[in-house]
């Protein structure tokens, strides 16, 4: 009798743990569930669209650093890194990052491109892995003068650039934001004192 009991209370503390537990899994996967349709809603919510107004800048991203960057006795441009959440660009799936950079010289499109081309070697990044971008920057990039301010706007898996607040052309893909974003905030930049300026202590 004694036995069956002691049999009989072991079982359901079994079946109250083994509820608790599917509960507990529940629990989780509903929180998970709840994160990624949250996160699926930012990213499907665009922050701008043909102009990135100061008043969106100030609502949505914070500020994690600014540098200028000079080549001997001459001032090329300043640049700003904001995302949306504070942390380092791309640190989670939910993020929108801005970059901004306000030239202090006129330069060409083509040296833009050359520019870019270079740096993208810099870090030994194989040519397949950038090369379908380059027309696309060729097609998006004007002539830039002294005084413009070119944006790039990166949200879930589009990147919009900016010519002066005003759209001038986007890219559709998951990979191009953060392999533009690498020439400054890569480990291997060819500019490590503009990364510490950019990222501040978030490095």
Not at 40 to 51: C, G, I, M, N, S
Not at 126 to 155: C, H, R
Request: with cysteine; hydrophobic share 40%; net charge negative.
């Amino acid at each position: 009798m004694l036995r069956n009991f002691s049999y009989g209370v072991f079982l359901m503390m079994m079946l109250g743990t083994m509820c608790s537990s599917a509960q507990a899994s529940n629990d989780i996967a509903a929180d998970n569930d709840k994160h990624m349709t949250q996160c699926r809603a930012t990213e499907q919510t665009p922050v701008a669209t043909d102009e990135l107004m100061p008043s969106i800048t100030k609502q949505h991203f914070q500020l994690l650093g600014s540098a200028k960057f000079s080549v001997l006795f001459w001032d090329i441009y300043q640049s700003t890194l904001l995302t949306s959440d504070g942390q380092a660009p791309f640190s989670n799936a939910c993020q929108h990052a801005l970059f901004e950079i306000r030239y202090l010289r006129d330069i060409s499109k083509k040296e833009l491109l050359d520019n870019t081309i270079e740096q993208w070697r810099h870090l030994s990044l194989k040519e397949q892995d950038y090369q379908t971008f380059v027309p696309m920057l060729e097609n998006i990039w004007p002539d830039i003068q002294a005084g413009d301010q070119l944006s790039m706007l990166s949200q879930a898996n589009k990147t919009i650039f900016y010519l002066n607040r005003q759209s001038i052309g986007e890219i559709d893909s998951a990979t191009f934001a953060q392999l533009f974003l690498a020439i400054w905030l890569d480990e291997n930049t060819s500019e490590p004192k503009l990364r510490q300026q950019l990222l501040g202590e978030l490095i």
